[in-house]
């Protein structure tokens, strides 16, 4: 069975920290439908932070809201990783 790809999943996988899986589910939910601003949007911010892993580079660009969900994720991982 394959994957059903949606919004809400690039979602969690973006809440997880797994970036990479989220920025592919967005890119082919764009590729269905390239007039969906609010994905296109997204998948350009995905695509920032792909690109530029330190928030200091590309901090300017989100919002505070981002800014603070990003920072969620990363501890979360961070915690993940050490067994907390």
Known sequence: ???IITKTLAEIYLQQGYLKEAYEILKALSE???S???IRKRLNE???????PS???????????DKISLLKR????IRKRRGK
């Open 1 to 3: 069975m394959g994957t």
């Open 74 to 77: 990363w501890l979360h991982n």
């Open 32 to 34: 269905k439908d390239p």
């Open 46 to 52: 995905l695509g920032q932070m792909l690109s530029h």
């Open 36 to 38: 969906n601003m609010e």
């Open 55 to 65: 928030p200091f580079i590309y901090s300017s660009d989100l919002s505070a809201d």
